[in-house]
């Protein structure tokens, strides 16, 4: 794996000393241009020390431009990424101006090329920012990031830009995964059923099992739709997140993102709903006996897991759904493997005293389809991110077997 990286000048320029031992780690080649903006922030020692490459900083250099010369740099290489990418070096890359080493070979090349953003929140919304990424996009420019949290200027905001681990993600399903061209439906966090404009009826999931699980399959190259309810939970870098809030917008944005290869119903779904939704907030209208109690009747919401196992001529390769219990977890898992339709469930406990809802970890029973009986398989307790990480390599290794 041979990257060229361009350093240009923003603050974030410390993260790509870590993105080089990262990508060194990985086994890849990298070639680092820096900037003049750039080494005001990290040096060319530093950067040279890391990539045990000499840095290129100078178009006019002629002991560089005969012994490689731009042209050769641009294009003896897998994968052009650009980290930082600040507002300036986007829209120079948008316009086509190339006056100097950087911008003349993102000009040059022919390879693909990733850009990781990393500005203030206001530069990054400025129509003229967006003008220039949508540009750069249509021309087939991959982007990761920006995130949102705490910027050099002490605003919290979207600008920030992606931390080296899922660059590196990013760079390895640009370069292509073993989900590569597989597309991946998810669904994740609670729905909220409204009695009246004020209230509703939910559930305690939080959405961190179902947004990691986007987030491992993207960062194995899938390109992963997640239809998120209502969660605290920040949309993962490199997928496209579409949000709902009750049960029916749901079922409506996941049957508007098929055809997919992969289905993974992870959300926690309101079994019913109000029949009637009241457009104005329900008052008591008194007091003790004589507070008015009302009558909520209820009806059964739609089936997402089980509707996408029954499709026709659009039905997922492969659909898995999870079964969150408090007793009897496997046995009535592996009844709703059967009810629903589905290939694989997931069974988890989420009983209080574990603290799946809401929780960082999980402790799940993989359960698939066999000749005789379903075939049951027991995880370890981990992390939600290793129980996502581990499911999408099972993915992997599932459709690659069937190919």
């Known amino acids: ?91 120079k890359m948008a316009n086509g101006i190339a006056d100097d080493l950087a911008t003349t070979a993102l000009l040059a090349t022919d390879r693909p090329i990733l850009v990781a953003p990393a500005m203030n929140s206001r530069m990054w919304d400025n129509a003229a920012t967006q003008r220039n990424l949508a540009q750069l996009q249509k021309n087939g420019v991959m982007t990761v990031g920006p995130a949102r949290g705490e910027l050099a ?74 239809v998120s309810g209502p969660s605290n939970e920040a949309d993962p870098l490199g997928v496209e997140t579409v949000h709902v809030e009750t049960a029916c917008d749901m079922l409506d944005a996941c049957l508007d993102a098929l055809p997919v290869e992969v289905a993974i119903c992870a959300a926690a779904v309101s079994d019913w709903r109000p029949a009637q939704s009241e457009t ?67 069974a988890n406990d989420v009983s209080p005293h574990t603290g799946t809802f809401g929780g960082d970890d999980n402790k799940v029973h993989l359960i698939s389809r066999a000749a005789d009986a379903p075939n049951i398989e027991e995880w370890p307790e981990a992390s939600k991110v290793e129980v996502a990480a581990r499911l999408a390599e099972r993915i992997a290794q599932a459709l690659g077997s069937a190919a």
């Open 1 to 91: 794996m041979r990257i060229l990286l361009i350093i240009s000048g923003g603050i974030a320029a410390y993260k790509s000393l870590e993105l080089i031992r990262g990508l060194r780690c990985h086994g890849a080649q990298v070639r680092p241009i820096l900037t003049k903006g750039g080494a005001q922030f990290v040096t060319p020692l530093s950067v040279a020390a890391l990539a045990q490459e000499k840095v290129f900083d100078d178009l006019f250099s002629l002991s560089d431009e005969s012994e490689i010369g731009h042209i050769r740099l641009a294009r003896e290489t897998d994968l052009v990424v650009v980290a930082p990418a600040t507002a300036d070096i986007l829209a």
């Open 153 to 226: 200027e002490g605003e919290i905001g979207i600008g920030r830009m992606a931390e080296p681990a899922d660059i590196l993600a990013a760079i390895e399903a640009a370069l292509g995964g073993p989900l590569s061209g597989i597309r991946v439906l998810v669904t994740s966090g609670p729905t909220h059923e409204p009695i009246d404009p004020v209230r509703y009826i939910a559930n305690r999931s939080s959405g961190k099992q179902g947004h990691a699980i986007a987030g491992a399959c993207a960062r194995l190259g899938a390109a992963v739709t997640l």
């Open 280 to 346: 104005r907030k329900i008052k008591k209208g008194g007091r003790g006996a004589a507070a008015r109690q009302p009558n909520l009747e209820l009806v059964e919401n739609p089936d997402i897991l089980a509707n996408l196992a029954a499709r026709e001529n659009d039905r997922p390769r492969l659909v898995i759904g999870f079964a969150a219990e408090i007793d009897d977890v496997v046995a009535y898992a592996a009844s709703k493997l059967e009810t629903k339709g589905c290939d694989w469930i997931l």
